[in-house]
């Protein structure tokens, strides 16, 4: 029988969660769904109410069907530090047992309170002709991980593994959209968090977090128009879908979403100055945060390089999931983080 596995992305205002199974061969989505999260629960990516959150990943097994108890966590907020490092060459095992001594001269928090993980990106020769390895380093405060940990096991369900969300994304989107020549860039916009990750050919060459998302949006129409949350949300809702009318909510919506670009743009300018940058050559986007207006097009002025929206799907065969054809395609923008998490330890 096959061991399922679910990715499970605890967000902002939803968690959401995609199971996978290994079928004759292929890696078939068996399940899919969302459920909302109370206000305050979540905080920038980080639990703040693992009772309330808990509560709303017992509502969504019911409501996706969820067969599978083992499940693999995201995580993304500012308690994450991703750091690009040179060290002295050695084997993948010896670098892992001695991570703890090489990584605290590059982090600005002590190494007893993180949990580590690195990704190799190359091996390079320094002055000298000593071998050395190019790693993104990745440090994650305990506590923060706790929070996570607490309210799925207060679910019922069993946490296999961690990973970092801008890992998950390589796994959905970057076999799906791999290019010949140069880099790629994933940019996931979710209500406060948002992931800007560089890969070439699936391989991870920059990582930076944001601290917004699509809830900026909706918060400053409340204030600047005076709108209610349920008005506020339904307005931005309106611009997604093209039927925006109202000049003043198109005025603030435009001005969030110029802050947007200039973020990304931003995070890229840094990326270009960085030892063996690779040139973009494409910009994916996902997330319910990259859904309204015109940010696609936004992106590309401002980048000059083309911009497509994700199918996080395309990596995977599509089972019977018992949704109408509107509500897989309402779930496929916002399904990135969570099928990539469950991609990296399904079998």
Known sequence: MPRNVVGLDIGTTAVRAAEL???????VLVR?????????????????DPVAVA????????????????????????????????????PPDELRRSLTFQAQDHLPIPIESVELDFNV????????????????????????????????????????SIDLNSFALLRSLAPATALSDGAEVLVDIGARVTNVVVHQDGAPR??????????????????????EPEDAELAKLASSAGSADDPAVADVIDTELATVVEEVRGSLDFYAVQPDAVRPERVTISGGGSLPGQLAERLQAALQVPVERARPLASVRVGRLGLEPEQLAELEPLSAVPVGLALGSVA
Request: glycine share 10%.
């Open 32 to 48: 899919i769904g969302q459920v909302s999260l109370p206000p305050g629960a979540v905080v920038d990516g980080e639990v703040m």
């Open 121 to 160: 990106l190359t091996e390079l020769e320094a002055q000298g002709g000593q071998r050395m390895l190019r790693i993104l380093l990745v440090a994650a405060q305990k506590d923060m991980i706790a929070g996570h940990l607490a309210a799925v096991s207060r679910a019922g369900l069993t946490p296999v």
């Open 206 to 227: 920059f990582v930076r977090i944001l601290l917004m998302g699509g809830q900026d949006i909706t918060d400053a129409l409340r204030s600047r128009l005076s709108l």
């Open 21 to 27: 199974s290994i079928r004759g061969g292929h890696v």
């Open 55 to 90: 509560t709303a990943i017992r509502a969504l097994r019911r409501r996706a069907k969820l067969g599978a108890k083992r499940v693999v966590l995201g995580v993304s907020n500012q308690r994450v530090v991703v750091r690009q490092v040179d060290l002295p060459w050695m």
